[in-house]
């Protein structure tokens, strides 16, 4: 297991010790998609879901859920977020819902966990808000676009 940094040299699990990484700008962007039927996502565009703004309430419960990852994910460091940005649009080419997240920190450590979370918890409330209409919703593809910052540098999916 010695690969492995979650875990010490007799298998226990262990959050890393990030203390002596210097703090540097982290930025990461996560985006996933949910796809749903073109009725369904006309309620959308019309804006006459029975629970209220989809779009909005999604990205509130993103940006809500992006502070809350380390209470979420076992051994995620908690993060002083600077800023968490979630926008909720309409793809019809799927069709459906495009959720892309952006987290922002300056410190040891990632926040791509914290991005991601941020787009899983806003699919997640996009299918809540329209399962009495479309129980056969996917949630798709959810993935890491692209991280900066720290040691590893940037990266950005091909």
Same mark, same amino acid.
Request: include cysteine.
């Given at each position: 297991?010695?690969?492995?940094?979650?875990?010490?040299?007799?298998?226990?699990? /262990?959050?890393?010790?990030?203390?002596?990484?210097?703090?540097?700008?982290?930025?990461?962007?996560?985006?996933?998609?949910?796809?749903?039927?073109?009725?369904?996502?006309?309620?959308?565009?019309?804006?006459?879901?029975?629970?209220?703004?989809?779009?909005?309430?999604?990205?509130?419960?993103?940006?809500?859920?992006a502070k809350?990852?380390?209470?979420?994910?076992?051994?995620?460091?908690?993060?002083?977020?600077?800023?968490?940005?979630?926008?909720?649009?309409?793809?019809?080419?799927l069709p459906?819902?495009?959720?892309?997240?952006?987290?922002?920190?300056?410190?040891?450590?990632?926040?791509?966990?914290?991005?991601?979370?941020?787009?899983?918890?806003?699919c997640l409330?996009?299918?809540?808000?329209?399962?009495?209409?479309?129980?056969?919703?996917?949630?798709? /593809?959810?993935?890491?676009?692209?991280?900066?910052?720290?040691?590893?540098?940037?990266?950005?999916?091909?």
């Amino acid at each position: 297991m010695s690969g492995l940094t979650h875990f010490d040299a007799d298998g226990r699990a /262990r959050m890393v010790d990030v203390s002596a990484k210097p703090a540097t700008e982290r930025i990461a962007v996560a985006r996933g998609w949910v796809r749903m039927d073109e009725a369904t996502l006309d309620l959308v565009r019309r804006g006459e879901a029975k629970k209220g703004d989809v779009a909005g309430v999604a990205e509130l419960a993103g940006i809500m859920a992006a502070k809350r990852t380390s209470d979420l994910i076992p051994l995620c460091h908690p993060l002083p977020l600077s800023s968490v940005r979630v926008a909720v649009e309409i793809d019809a080419a799927l069709p459906g819902l495009a959720v892309r997240a952006e987290a922002k920190t300056t410190g040891p450590t990632g926040v791509e966990m914290e991005a991601l979370c941020a787009v899983s918890v806003a699919c997640l409330t996009i299918y809540d808000m329209l399962k009495a209409v479309d129980r056969g919703m996917i949630i798709e /593809r959810i993935e890491l676009a692209e991280k900066s910052g720290g040691a590893s540098g940037a990266w950005k999916r091909g």
